[in-house]
């Protein structure tokens, strides 16, 4: 049997319960819905809201801004989490964790996706 399944390219909630959250929390993985994520001219991409994690990456990003690093040079977009953004496709292949802070480096050939604030803020460091 396990040969013959396929995953669906998104997958279904099923019955929720619990509160206004409730249908953040659940036992399967992967995109809710397809969306597209925007990307701007720089090529640094910031998905994001103004939580303290979000804020943090921010506020790195800006100090290397102004220690002179071209290369901080990012756009940043908002991730509504009330609204269930960070379930889309395109959120959930920078992150398949679903939850914000993300950030996709396209300054090589090949576009390099960061997540959780602390491992962006090393690699801020370490780029």
Sequence with gaps: MSDQYV???????????????????RPTAGPRFDRDLPVGEHPLQLYSLAT?????????????????????????WLVRIN???????GFVAAN??????????????EPV??????AILLYLAEK
Excluded: C
């Design 7 to 25: 995953p669906p390219a998104v997958w279904a909630p099923g019955k929720e319960n619990g509160g206004q959250f409730a249908a953040i929390n």
């Design 52 to 76: 303290p994690n979000g804020v943090k990456v921010t506020v790195m990003l800006e100090e290397l801004l102004a220690a002179g690093h071209a290369g901080a040079e990012y756009d940043a």
């Design 83 to 89: 609204e269930g953004d960070q379930f889309g496709s």
């Design 96 to 109: 398949p964790n679903s939850k914000i802070p993300a950030l996709v480096d396209r300054s090589g050939p």
């Design 113 to 118: 996706r960061v997540f959780e604030s602390g």
